[in-house]
Nanobody
Framework: QAHFVESGGDLVQPGGSLRLSCQAATSITSIYMIGWYRQDPGKRRELVAHVTKVGVTGYADDVKGRFTITRDNAQSTVDLQMNNLKPEDTATYFC???????????WGQGTQVTVAS
């Protein structure tokens, strides 16, 4: 059973914005670092943003300045605000612990983001 449920993906035009949300099945207070990952078919899953339990964040170079990750330990949610979206951001987005092996490498369904005119 997946630990997280992702939502918020959609079809959006280049330059547009989306906010993805990740709801955990249980409390996330004991998980030091949680991240948003993305994967295109045929490509490896990559970590695009992460946040620690005290709010320290990190981003992949190609999303830095455009994506913002936030974490609400009380609500057990981790959101990803994505601005100025580009076609190369098209992928299925997942959230999970960092590294994912901490939670047994179990993944949810993800949420599809498509950036196209």
């Amino acid at each position: 059973q997946a630990h997280f449920v992702e939502s918020g993906g959609d079809l959006v035009q280049p330059g547009g914005s989306l906010r993805l949300s990740c709801q955990a099945a249980t409390s996330i207070t004991s998980i030091y670092m949680i991240g948003w990952y993305r994967q295109d078919p045929g490509k490896r899953r990559e970590l695009v943003a992460h946040v620690t339990k005290v709010g320290v964040t990190g981003y992949a170079d190609d999303v830095k300045g455009r994506f913002t990750i936030t974490r609400d330990n009380a609500q057990s949610t981790v959101d990803l605000q994505m601005n100025n979206l580009k076609p190369e951001d098209t992928a299925t987005y997942f959230c999970n612990s960092v590294p994912s092996s901490i939670l047994g490498d179990v993944w949810g369904q993800g949420t599809q983001v498509t950036v196209a005119s």
